[in-house]
């Protein structure tokens, strides 16, 4: 793997392909962008990656907000990338179980096997995710994908957004896939539970996706309980973007982080509300080389734990909660 040098002098592997722009994905599915290409993407992105065989190339519309979890079908069904299929985030991308595991908590991995062939995937397959918020759900797909053991899944920078915004033509209507045949190996990225949260806090860091107002318990819409984990770090997802909804440079993303006192050698875990927002945090770690944990469960499992501390403000004495 290529190696680049990071501003300390040291040697770091080049990170892996994460991303994709709305050109490159154009050029695979043979259309011609209107006007000039765009600069070649930097570190992160598919462009230099093989064009995918005709037949292998996947496309997932993940559409979906906290706020409105029902609407995305209905927009997608309104436009959306031709050959795109909709994925659906709560009956494919999240299982189901006791408050304690979270709102979304991780399919069961022959469910998933089974989403992914009904998604048309197969092995060997290319796949391209995307949404249209900031890129907040659609890394959950992409996490799920690599964590079952596919290699190439790529999120569309900037969504359906920058889709649009290159004068790119949509597709109404419903896209029904052909039956895959993929084959899953669950277990590739790195996943901790409730229980080893705060031990990865003693020695590394655990970072907060949400806004700083739900981490700092000021407001809680969806769970029961306000405020955040002991001694996680408050790094809102809005942080990692630029305000057109695409994910820094990776840069400026090492940047950012190490200003964290975060780099390649450090544990990171990352939480939010209910596990998929975290996901486009991982994302964005990737981008800048540093591996990180999900928890899975975030703030909706731990708060729905009797006995978990409960932390405050910006920096508090915790409460504990005390649930039956």
Known sequence: MDEVSSTSGRRRSKPPAVLIDA????????????????????TGFAASEAVPEPGHLVILDVRWSVQAPGQGHEQYRQGHIPGAVFV????????????????????????????????GINDGDTVVVYDDVFSAAAPRAWW????????KVYVLDG??????????????????PVLGDAHTSWGKMPVVDTDEVE??????VVMDARTADRFRGESEPMDPVAGHIPSAVSVPLAELMTPEGRFRPA????????RLNVDESTPVVSYCGSGVTAAAEILALNLAGIEAALYPGSWSAWCNTSGRPVATGDDSQPATINQP
């Not at 189901?96 to 979304?104: C, I, Q, S």
């Open 23 to 42: 050109h490159t994905l154009a050029g695979w599915l043979g259309m011609a962008p209107p006007g000039e290409p765009a600069a070649q993407p930097a």
């Open 199 to 204: 031990a990865v806090a003693e020695t590394g």
């Open 251 to 258: 840069e400026e993303l090492r940047e950012h982080f190490a």
């Open 88 to 119: 659906s985030m709560s009956g494919q991308l999240s299982g189901h179980g006791a408050p304690t595991l979270g709102r979304h908590p991780l399919p069961d991995p022959v469910r998933f096997t089974d989403s992914a062939r009904m998604l």
């Open 159 to 176: 969504g359906l957004a920058a889709w649009r915004d290159a004068d790119l033509p949509q597709q109404a209507g419903e896209v029904l």
């Open 144 to 151: 799920l994908l690599r964590h079952a053991g596919f290699d």
